[in-house]
């Protein structure tokens, strides 16, 4: 199946509220501009060094999602043109996000990674230090990131009771959060799903896949 045909089938299946990221981490840009001439406009990518060579190659008009672990010391060579970062786990790596967007005179849109896995190894905050985070005063001092939802990834299992149950407990987070809402916090998107678990997720309350490997195939590395 091509890069296309596998494209729009995703597509012609989501509800018209998830947006679909297409996660092209490790594929070629010869691989997203088959996706970008299908349509696409989203994707997301893990390193920030490779999805700035892309953006240099590729069209303006796409919107670059980081969707991995982001280290505080690269911030910047994403800050000129990043659209949303998905894995924002600590108040240190949203003042450096906050600090490189005012150099570039932007705002950032974040999401705030939350701790649903069973695995210990998986990234994110736990509801206390969210509610640390929001509390705090460098927090509210921040004009120039915004907070627009949250993002998690389920435990790796066969296991669609236990993924049902950690999706669900993510958007319970996500539902009792959206009611605070100030200047950088205002909740609407929640990540979550990818290839094997994205219709489970879309069914417990996700407003953002990210699709990888039934786009574009399998990755030979991570
Ligand atoms: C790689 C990756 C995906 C996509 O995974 P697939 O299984 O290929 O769809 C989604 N989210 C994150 C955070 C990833 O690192």
């Not at 000129?80 to 600090?99: F, M, R, T, W």
Request: overall charge neutral; proline content about 2%; some cysteine.
């Amino acid at each position: 199946m091509s890069i296309t045909t596998n494209l729009n089938n995703i597509k012609s299946s989501l509800p018209e509220n998830v947006t679909l990221v297409a996660v092209s981490k490790t594929k070629p840009v010869f691989d997203l501009m088959e996706a970008y001439n299908a349509g696409q406009r989203i994707f997301g990518e893990n390193k920030i060094q490779e999805m700035t060579e892309k953006y240099e190659a590729m069209p303006k008009d796409i919107q670059w999602h980081m969707i991995g672990h982001v280290q505080t010391n690269k911030v910047k060579y994403m800050a000129p043109y990043v659209a949303l970062i998905h894995g924002v786990d600590s108040l240190k790596l949203l003042k450096e996000i906050n600090k490189e967007a005012k150099k570039n005179d932007r705002i950032i849109n974040c999401l705030l990674q939350i701790h649903i896995a069973e695995e210990e190894t998986k990234f994110g905050l736990d509801t206390i230090e969210l509610n640390e985070i929001l509390l705090s005063d460098a927090f509210k001092n921040m004009h120039n990131i915004k907070i627009v939802g949250l993002m998690g990834m389920a435990t790796f299992t066969e296991n669609q009771d236990q993924i049902k149950k950690e999706f669900l407990h993510l958007k319970s987070i996500f539902d009792k959060h959206k009611e605070l809402r100030s200047e950088n916090f205002q909740l609407n998107t929640l990540s979550m799903g990818m290839s094997g678990d994205y219709e489970l997720a879309i069914s417990c309350g996700s407003t953002m896949v990210r699709i990888g490997s039934s786009i574009f195939g399998n990755r030979n590395y991570q």
